[in-house]
């Protein structure tokens, strides 16, 4: 009897513990979130982060806050959310970069492929082939064939070693057999200001950072690398209908969280950016900079940075590409 009652004693008062412990967590989010920009303001991924950070805040009612931690080739600020506590509040708006500096960066604190869950790929920029306008080639055809002609003899202007724009142009040497002279800048406008002045001949820029130059006729469209045409530059043919099949490459911009941030919270995150992608209005502030919307899962984003670290690691050791 002594036994039954001290056991009745005690199963309240467990029950009692084993309901305080059962509580629910607190809804996510509660609390202001953060999104890093791993570049300076003003460029394509800071404009997309200020999009998506607008439609998170309506959505959720807390603040989203874009935070820019710019600095070698993107990778200070994925080293920071790399580090950053795995509850959804510290976000990284990656891009194509980091699965390139992956590839090209001897000594990073964080393995792209291993450190981060992938949420979704807002969309995807296609770069484009321009050329300085004195340049005689009309055609890709033609810059293909005058390129053969003159080996290292052209040189052509990048964001920087080890950017998408200098690995698509090695990319592209090595698919058309021709040689150039990689002139590195220390982002795409200066690079740009170079090409309108003859001092590079040629670039693989994005198409949101050639648009206005194109517009104002500075600099001439040759083709673009992505497998499909750009919507906002429907006339220019892409590398993979002429000189170069299969030809398929661009820059990408999507979310990713420290990994281990729980499958609930990756999956609201992935709702939002699907909802806005599909929304009218959001569409059309993407496409008028040059952004196809693409609003990826999960899964389908892990499986993109998986095959695009291969691929840009084998691209690396074969254009001999490091980056100290």
């Not at 404009?47 to 820019?68: H, K, S, Y």
């Not at 001092?199 to 500075?218: E, G, W």
């Not at 919307?293 to 291969?310: C, D, F, N, V």
């Amino acid at each position: 009897m002594k036994l039954r009652r001290r056991l009745l004693v005690i199963a309240p008062a467990a029950m009692v513990c084993a309901l305080a412990t059962a509580q629910p967590a607190p809804a996510y989010p509660n609390k202001p979130v953060r999104i890093v920009v791993p570049f300076a303001p003003g460029g394509t991924t800071d404009v997309l982060a200020r999009i998506l950070a607008q439609r998170m805040t309506l959505a959720w009612g807390q603040p989203v806050i874009v935070e820019n931690k710019p600095g070698v080739g993107g990778t200070i600020g994925a080293s920071m959310v790399a580090k950053s506590p795995a509850d959804g509040y510290t976000l990284l708006l990656g891009t194509v970069h980091h699965t390139i500096a992956q590839a090209v960066y001897k000594n990073l604190s964080y393995h792209f492929g291993r450190d981060f869950a992938p949420v979704s790929v807002i969309a995807m920029v296609p770069n484009v082939v321009v050329v300085n306008t004195a340049v005689p080639a009309k055609t890709i055809e033609e810059f293909v064939a005058l390129a053969r002609s003159q080996p290292g003899k052209l040189n052509y202007g990048t964001a920087g070693a080890g950017t998408a724009h200098h690995l698509i142009g090695e990319m592209f040497k090595l698919r058309a057999g021709v040689d150039f002279v990689h002139v590195p800048y220390k982002g795409s406008g200066p690079a740009v200001t170079d090409l309108m002045g003859g001092q590079v001949q040629v670039m693989f820029d994005t198409v949101t950072s050639a648009l206005p130059h194109l517009k104002a006729r500075n600099t001439r469209a040759l083709a673009v690398t992505t497998a499909k045409r750009s919507s906002a530059l429907p006339d220019v043919p892409t590398l993979a209908e002429t000189v170069l099949p299969g030809f398929d490459v661009g820059t990408w911009f999507g979310i990713v969280a420290p990994r281990g941030t729980p499958a609930p919270v990756v999956e609201k995150i992935h709702d939002v950016i699907d909802r806005m992608v599909k929304t009218p209005e959001v569409r059309r502030q993407l496409l008028e900079i040059g952004a196809e919307p693409i609003g990826s899962t999960p899964m389908q984003m892990s499986a993109q940075i998986k095959a695009e670290l291969s691929a840009y690691e084998a691209l690396a050791k074969q254009s001999k590409v490091v980056v100290e």
